[in-house]
């Protein structure tokens, strides 16, 4: 499948590459992290990346909603949460796994504790 196949039918688990930015994103981006400073999933402070939970290329009117961005870290959790282990793909359920995930890490970081 080519680039320009994706563009044409827009399959929702897959994400296209080389659609331009808003020239806003950049400062979205960095309001963003400073109201959430930590990884959504693992709570890393270090190496955040701002992630679209539904692709700005598929949904350009969300790319600059706070309401559909997310801090990830850059290694491991965007790739692995945000996109399924391969950037061409996105997660539609991104922000309830994570949920999901941060509160099963939680309570195996107390387990790990009280051991
Ligand atoms: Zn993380
Ligand atoms: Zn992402």
């Known amino acids: 499948m080519s ?3 994706l563009f ?3 399959d929702p ?3 296209a590459a080389g659609v331009p930015r808003s020239p806003k994103w950049a ?3 960095a309001a963003h992290l400073k109201a959430h ?3 959504e ?3 890393q402070r270090d190496a955040l990346e701002v992630h679209h939970v539904q692709p700005f290329h598929l949904q350009p009117d969300l790319e600059l909603d706070p309401a559909n961005l997310m801090t990830l870290c850059g290694d491991p959790c965007h790739i692995v949460h945000g996109h ?7 997660s539609p359920t991104a922000r309830t796994d994570v949920r999901t995930y941060r509160a099963n890490l939680e309570a195996a970081r107390i387990a790990a504790k009280g051991a």
Do not use: F
């Open 8 to 10: 044409r039918k827009p």
């Open 37 to 39: 400073p930590a990884c």
């Open 13 to 15: 688990g897959l994400v």
């Open 84 to 90: 399924l282990m391969a950037w061409a793909r996105y």
């Open 27 to 29: 400062k979205v981006r």
């Open 41 to 43: 999933a693992c709570g």
């Open 3 to 5: 680039l320009l196949d």
